[in-house]
Nanobody, 130 residues
Framework: VQLQASGGGVVQAGGSLRLSCAAS???????????VAWFRHIPGKEREFVAD??????????YYDDSVKGRFTISRDNTKNTMYLQMNSLKPEDTAVYYC???????????????????WGQGTLVTVSS
């Protein structure tokens, strides 16, 4: 299984970006059952949870960190084995390397934990200028 994140770049505060994460190596139809998530790493801090979307068995429910709630939207297209993060009203403090992650066995109480996810993308840099 491989995850390939893309879509990062430089944007002014208040602007928008859409990140994508293409997944490969899943058996046919299995991607839909995985919980997929976005994390970010801000220099000097630990990698932190941003948002996740549950697999089809859990109704595809979404969860967001309070810092991005109302501004970011996570989504997925299971027909393309791809997940997205639409980021609006970006702030300088959103500057980070963003990582996508996936796992089939994430329990609800662990969705925000790095160690809950087996598969990780390589990261894409988002820079928000003030």
């Amino acid at each position: 299984v491989q995850l390939q994140a893309s879509g990062g770049g430089v944007v002014q505060a208040g602007g928008s970006l859409r990140l994508s994460c293409a997944a490969s190596g899943f058996t046919f139809g299995s991607f839909s059952r995985y919980t997929v998530a976005w994390f970010r790493h801000i220099p000097g801090k630990e990698r932190e949870f941003v948002a996740d979307i549950r697999g089809s068995g859990s109704g595809g429910r979404t969860y967001y960190d309070d810092s991005v709630k109302g501004r970011f939207t996570i989504s997925r297209d299971n027909t393309k084995n791809t997940m997205y993060l639409q980021m609006n009203s970006l702030k300088p403090e959103d500057t980070a390397v963003y990582y996508c992650a996936a796992d089939a066995g994430v329990i609800l109480s662990s969705v925000s934990l790095n160690q809950a996810y087996k598969y990780w993308g390589q990261g894409t840099l988002v820079t928000v200028s003030s």
